[in-house]
Structures are given as structure tokens and as C-alpha cells.
């Protein structure tokens, strides 16, 4: 794979890292002992983040859910 397609994936994993270190925090800091109540964390720390990233390029999320509607 060349640099400049790994440097592309940055963005992701930089959001994916976020989202796995906020919920290993909240679980320990909350003292979950079940796996459910750790992926409800997981789940919820996704959506935020994502929704984050598609608030922040409405536009652009407007125009790719037009092209997806339509196709």
C-alpha cells in the first residue's frame, strides 16, 4: 500500500482510537464489570463521534446522502 493511501485512513483511526480510549476510560472510571454495559459505552462514544464528523461536513454529508438516495 503506498504512504498516501495508509495517510488517508489517519482521520479514521484517529477517531477510532478516540472512541476506544473514551470508552476504556468511562468503564474504568465507572466500574463496569459487564461487557454490555462497556458496549453500550463503545456504542454511544460511535455515534457521538461520527455524528461529530458529519455535523462538522454537512454539506458534503447532504451531497453523498443525495447520491446514495438516488442510486
Given amino acids: 500500500m503506498s504512504q498516501g493511501k495508509i495517510r488517508s ?3 479514521l483511526l ?3 482510537t478516540f472512541v476506544m480510549v473514551s ?3 468511562i468503564s474504568l472510571v ?3 464489570t459487564e461487557l454490555t454495559q462497556t458496549g453500550k459505552v463503545f456504542m ?3 455515534f457521538l463521534a461520527f ?3 458529519k455535523a462538522c461536513n454537512l454539506e458534503g454529508f ?3 446522502f443525495k447520491s446514495y ?3
Fill in 9 to 11: 485512513f489517519a482521520p
Fill in 14 to 16: 484517529g477517531v477510532l
Fill in 23 to 25: 470508552t476504556a476510560i
Fill in 30 to 32: 465507572g466500574n463496569f
Fill in 44 to 46: 454511544a462514544m460511535f
Fill in 51 to 53: 455524528g461529530f464528523l
Fill in 62 to 64: 447532504k451531497e453523498a
Fill in 69 to 71: 438516495d438516488n442510486g
